[in-house]
């Protein structure tokens, strides 16, 4: 698969921005243009914090890009598969110009997609991937279909980084030689949730560090859930707990409350990783009180999608797969990124 990378912009000297999709600079006639065009838009859920950030930022560069906001709309999935199925329907029934597609079930891809080509709809899906199988599919068959999103193995791997960096001598509370852990998963069917679930230890193993798993729930992406699961392992488990990863910021905010209701120190006898890089998570990392996170990159990856959707409405041909690179943040560089945001 031919995976391009979009690199993450990072205030400073930290990391130059590079989109692998040129940006549409469009002239009076583009912007014209595009202001009759029509724009599906279909986020899993609007109650996701990170799907918000990336929502709104899609809408606005939508507009300065020469779309009228009348013609961009916008549906929550409510993260039900059968709601969304029908909102994508109503909006090939409508004939919008171009669909973008944040599934709530990227299982459910190959059905979008046949829809989307036999109406003759350009497609661009957004943060949850569809499988390798699905893209080849756009690949072999030359459709107007792509991927814009980031490499949650990357993602992964920076978590178990973080923890790895702190070497075994911080970590190792219990001092059994180990680093014991519990890991609360997003939902289980989704890709970033396996890859971060996985890369994140393989990170620590190839970092030379023994590793064991004390618990591993799934949490669903949500904070509550997250600190219903943390607050039971942490009664279940006490201190022979060491290190929380998250899957994403949210479980992590909750996996906190948790953590503090134990009467545990981040930090000093425990370490909390997430994903996202939401503000609260930043304030949390400013304050010590998370060890890290990793910034999920809104703004390329809501810029990516929609000068891929303007490709497409251009006639013009987009990779299969665009993808933008995470990055990151401990407290070396979270005010950095805290003034990006």
């Known amino acids: 698969m031919n995976k391009k990378i979009l690199s993450s912009m990072v205030a400073a000297a930290m990391i130059a921005s590079s989109l692998t999709v040129a940006p549409v600079m469009a002239d009076d006639a583009a912007a014209s243009d595009l202001a009759d065009k029509t724009v599906g838009v279909c986020i899993y859920q609007f109650a996701d914090n990170f799907m918000s950030l990336y929502r709104a930022e899609l809408e606005n560069y939508l507009i300065e890009q020469g779309f009228s906001k009348d013609n961009i709309q916008i549906q929550d999935g409510a993260n039900d598969q059968a709601t969304q199925t029908n909102q994508i329907d109503a909006f090939i029934a409508d004939g919008v110009d171009v669909l973008i597609i944040n599934p709530v079930t990227p299982g459910s891809c190959n059905v979008i997609t046949d829809k989307c080509v036999e109406a003759g709809i350009p497609l661009v899906y957004i943060n949850r991937e569809p499988d390798e199988a699905e893209e ?7 459709w107007d279909v792509t991927y814009v999103g980031a490499d949650a193995r990357q993602s ?3 978590q ?6 702190l070497g075994l001598d911080a970590i190792d509370f219990n001092g059994n030689g180990a680093v014991d852990y519990i890991m609360i998963e997003g939902d289980p069917e989704n890709v970033d949730a396996q890859y971060r679930t996985e890369y994140s230890i393989k990170a620590l193993e190839d970092a030379g560090l023994e590793v064991n798993c004390i618990d591993d729930q799934v949490g669903m992406w949500d904070q509550t859930k997250g600190n219903e699961l943390v607050a039971n392992s942490l009664a279940q488990y006490g201190d022979d707990i060491e290190v929380v990863f998250c899957n994403n910021d949210a479980m992590a905010l909750g996996a906190l409350q948790a953590i503090q209701s134990a009467g545990r120190t981040v930090g000093e006898d425990i370490y909390l990783v997430g994903v996202d890089a939401l503000s609260e998570a930043l304030e949390d990392i400013l304050a010590g009180t998370m060890t890290g996170t990793v910034f999920n990159d809104h703004f390329a990856q809501a810029h990516g999608a929609a000068d891929a959707a303007i490709n497409y409405l251009n006639g013009e041909d987009n990779d299969h797969y665009i993808g933008c690179d995470y990055v990151k943040v ?8 805290q003034a990006l945001l």
């Open 136 to 142: 080849a599919r756009w690949d072999e068959n030359d």
């Open 156 to 158: 992964g791997t920076m």
């Open 160 to 165: 178990g980084e973080i923890i790895a960096d």
């Open 330 to 337: 401990t407290g070396d560089n979270v005010a950095d990124i």
